[in-house]
């Protein structure tokens, strides 16, 4: 069922074309791919020229919320709900950390420049990491 009352289209169609013109502007600027965990794991350890990019790149993750809400009306602004406690985030944290390092990628990495550069690698890296997410919401809505 959809929640009407927090559908958000056009700030969602807003992001999306933002990744999608920062995914552009990376591997064109750079060459390299807009994957977070690999950005994230390129600075451990860091090498020698290469981080600057990526701490630009990771700051400007930090700021575009707190930009958004500076410059949206309240009346948009969604309200965050976190509906696990500490324990449960930091596990599933831990679990994204180690499902992007034995699927070499993340979602963004995979899903949204490895799709649209025809990767088999990334197209099954998708399939697999969105059909785990259907079952994952299934298993927690209706079984457990």
Do not use: E
């Not at 927090?6 to 064109?28: D, E, K, M």
């Not at 981080?51 to 009306?73: D, E, I, K, S």
């Amino acid at each position: 069922m959809l929640d009407w009352n927090n559908f958000t289209p056009l700030q969602s169609l807003t992001g999306g074309l933002l990744l999608g013109l920062a995914s552009a502007i990376l591997i064109l600027l750079r060459g390299r791919i807009l994957g977070v965990s690999g950005i994230v794991g390129g600075l451990l350890p860091p090498l020698q020229g290469d981080t600057v990019w990526r701490f630009a790149f990771l700051a400007g993750l930090a700021v575009a919320p707190w930009l958004y809400a500076q410059l949206m009306p309240a009346a948009l602004l969604p309200t965050p709900r976190m509906d696990a406690g500490f324990t449960a985030i930091t596990a599933a944290g831990l679990l994204v950390g180690f499902g992007t390092r034995l699927g070499s990628g993340c979602t963004s990495g995979h899903g949204v420049c490895g799709l649209s550069r025809f990767s088999l690698r990334s197209l099954v890296a998708t399939l697999t990491f969105m059909s785990a997410g259907v079952v994952t919401v299934y298993l927690a809505r209706h079984v457990v």
